[in-house]
């Protein structure tokens, strides 16, 4: 199922929704310039588990270049299918989850469902060399909120059966539910296969935000639901 709108309106303008947006958009552009540079911009911005785990990796880094991949990967994309699938479903999901918290908490609240997504990918997967980028972990967590928040409100999806494809109206409850069983099987098999980025994909790391985004909805205590 592919998300279309949600059915849930928000009353106030996402502004920081907005310019996470904004932000991610023009680091993709800049992204675009770099040309062959973009390996080592992704192996310095992104998360590298082995970069944590491994001392004689590690003692290369400072705390400091350490530190900055758990704030700047959130904002990295590795290709136009990874910005536009990420940045609409945060459009989709994120303006509901800022009117319950309010600008500030979830500003608070994305950053630090991003880190724990980090955390729980490096874990998962401890000696990969291989960077990982998105906002997905991120946005995994915003989607937990949302599921929690709004478990009734109505999604409409894209469903394709076979050579046909169809519209659905599907409750949040249903539509992410189903969309965690789905990370929840493929990171089963991520650790099967002796990895934590099975297919390419960072599974744990959804699955570390969205139980990340539900705990710290409960910390912060949304103004409204």
Known sequence: ???????????????????????????????????????????????????????????????????????????????????????????????NVEYALGHLRYLVFYILSGIIASLIHIVTNPFSPVPTVGASGAIAGVMGAYMFLYPRAKILALVPIFFFITFVEVPAVIFIGLWFILQFYSGTLSIIAGSGAYGGIAWWAHIGGFIGGVILLKILKPRYE
């Open 1 to 95: 199922m592919i998300p279309i709108r949600d059915v849930n309106p928000s009353r106030s303008t996402p502004i920081v929704n907005y310019l996470i947006i904004a932000t991610c958009v023009i680091v993709f552009i800049n992204e675009l310039t770099l040309g062959p540079a973009i390996r080592r911009f992704f192996m310095l911005y992104g998360i590298v588990p082995i970069r944590y785990i491994r001392p004689d990796v590690a003692a290369h880094f400072t705390f400091t270049s350490q530190l900055i991949p758990f704030f700047s990967a959130m904002f990295i994309h590795g290709g136009w299918l990874h910005l536009i699938g990420n940045m609409w479903t945060l459009y989709i999901f994120g303006d």
